[in-house]
């Protein structure tokens, strides 16, 4: 009976403890832990000074409800699990980004927007569930979630809906988060699609194939940036525009298609795509941003469509043509009216490809070297500029290591911001008395530039450029 008894009392304080204990672990963290400002009748938390561990918000703070979680709020911080109280309703940028112990986290149905980049780089995330209030998710919401396998909503989510663990709008026609915790190789995303949302597939390093249906027409900003094990695309004659840096990064990536219905190439949309060795730019092309293919180590020649009205390629090397004179709009229409065409001159010097000759000579026609036009050829020792050159774009030359000197024109007014930073082989560089200004940064991490070389530029334009 003894016997009994004493197993009976230690049960009961087994159960005690662990009642207890599982109480502490999950107890409702204090009111002292958190910063806020009062928005309308209630409080939203701008910063979070607590601990860590499993966090239980409270509804109230100080008298007031809980309403809203700010931006970055609770960035950065030794979060394990966190509870969000009923009666918050809107989730700010940025405001879980980087609590990379972060493994779970509830929503409740009072929530209607979460911001972009809200849960980004919760590396230990697993598993998110949308509810039915949600209304509008940020970009970026779960980019950088490298163990997130999958994405739920509540099936009364008037908004968005999940397929295969991958979030989509309501209506399918826009993919908005591919998790990046996904081992799938090869995707197809489906018919209904007609825009890929920005950072859509951003760092879904196990992706080799992604094929894109021809009813898209927009692939967001970021949409595949950092694929890195992306090894060819083809874009569907549907597509009219690449966002920026939509592709930057694959550095597998070794070609690319990119159709006659394209219209707009954005900015860095292909940078840094180091195993691309040939582009070709359709005739449909009117924009192409700055650095489109900047950084691409591999890329020995860009072509253009002879038909192109706004860019042409000259061995190679790809230019914008920049308008139209009046002088030469008198030529062409003089050769028009014999029956012979005239191409206008190119202007612009645009992306000189990083895995080009190590030696070039900038045409006579070019007025402006574009911005990140050379950046990133490591490759290149020397560049002759042309005395028909008036501007020097940003970053320009960035990262040129193996530039050793450079002779600028008399006819240049303006060296851009960080237009030769990073030439860290570059010893000299002449610059005249037409240069009358020069952007911050623009000689930064010139390492080899000779004392007196230094001192002269530090003379007329001040530690800026440095």
Not at 346 to 368: C, E, F, M, Q, W
Request: proline residues 4%; contains cysteine.
């Amino acid at each position: 009976m003894m016997k009994k008894m004493c197993a009976l009392m230690m049960c009961s304080a087994l159960l005690m403890c662990m009642t207890v204990c599982g109480a502490a672990r999950f107890a409702q963290a204090p009111e002292t832990d958190f910063d806020t400002e009062t928005e309308g009748n209630g409080v939203v938390i701008t910063e979070y000074t607590g601990k860590g561990g499993n966090v239980v918000i409270p509804a109230t703070i100080g008298g007031k409800a809980v309403v809203g979680i700010g931006e970055e709020a609770f960035s950065d911080s030794g979060l394990t699990s966190v509870t969000i109280p009923d009666g918050v309703t809107t989730i700010g940028a940025k405001a879980f980004s980087g609590c990379r112990s972060l493994t779970s986290v509830t929503i409740p149905d009072s929530v209607t927007d979460i911001g972009g980049w809200a849960f980004s780089e919760c590396t230990s995330l697993t598993s998110v569930t949308i509810p039915n209030s949600v209304t509008d998710i940020g970009a970026g919401a779960f980019a950088g979630c490298t163990s997130l396998k999958t994405i739920s909503t509540h099936s009364a989510n008037q908004w968005y809906k999940a397929i295969d663990g991958v979030l989509f709008s309501k209506d399918g026609e826009t993919l908005h988060t591919y998790p990046m915790g996904k081992q799938q190789t090869v995707y197809t995303i489906p018919d209904s699609v007609t825009t890929i949302g920005k950072s859509a597939f951003e760092g879904c390093a196990s992706l080799t194939s992604v094929t894109i249906p021809d009813s898209v027409t927009d692939i967001g900003g970021w949409a595949f940036s950092f694929c890195s094990s992306l090894t060819s695309v083809t874009i569907p004659d549907s597509v009219t525009d690449i966002g920026e840096r939509a592709f930057s990064f694959c550095s597998s990536l070794t070609s690319v298609t990119i159709p006659d219905s394209v219209t707009d190439i954005g900015t860095g949309a292909f940078s840094f795509c180091t195993s691309l060795t040939t582009v070709t730019i359709p005739d449909s092309v009117t924009t192409i941003g700055a650095g489109a293919f900047s950084g691409c180590s591999g890329l020995k020649t860009i072509s253009v469509h002879s038909a192109n009205q706004e860019y042409k390629a000259i061995d190679g090397v790809l230019f914008s043509k920049g308008g139209i004179t009046l002088a030469e709009l008198l030529l062409k229409y003089e050769a028009m009216k014999d029956g012979k065409t005239l191409d206008v001159v190119a202007k612009n010097l645009h992306t000189y490809p990083a895995g080009g000759k190590t030696a070039y000579r900038i045409p006579d026609s070019v007025t402006a070297i574009g911005e990140r036009s050379f950046l990133g050829c490591t490759s290149l020792t020397s560049v002759t500029i042309p005395d028909s050159v008036t501007t020097i774009g940003w970053a320009a030359f960035a990262n040129c290591t193996s530039l050793t000197s450079v002779t600028i024109p008399d006819s240049v007014t303006d060296i851009g911001g960080w237009a030769f930073s990073g030439c860290s082989s570059l010893i000299s560089v002449t610059i005249p008395d037409s240069v009358t200004a020069i952007g911050k940064s623009a000689f930064y991490g010139c390492s080899s530039l000779k004392p007196e070389v230094r001192a002269d530029i530090e003379r007329r334009f001040g530690e800026g450029p440095f």
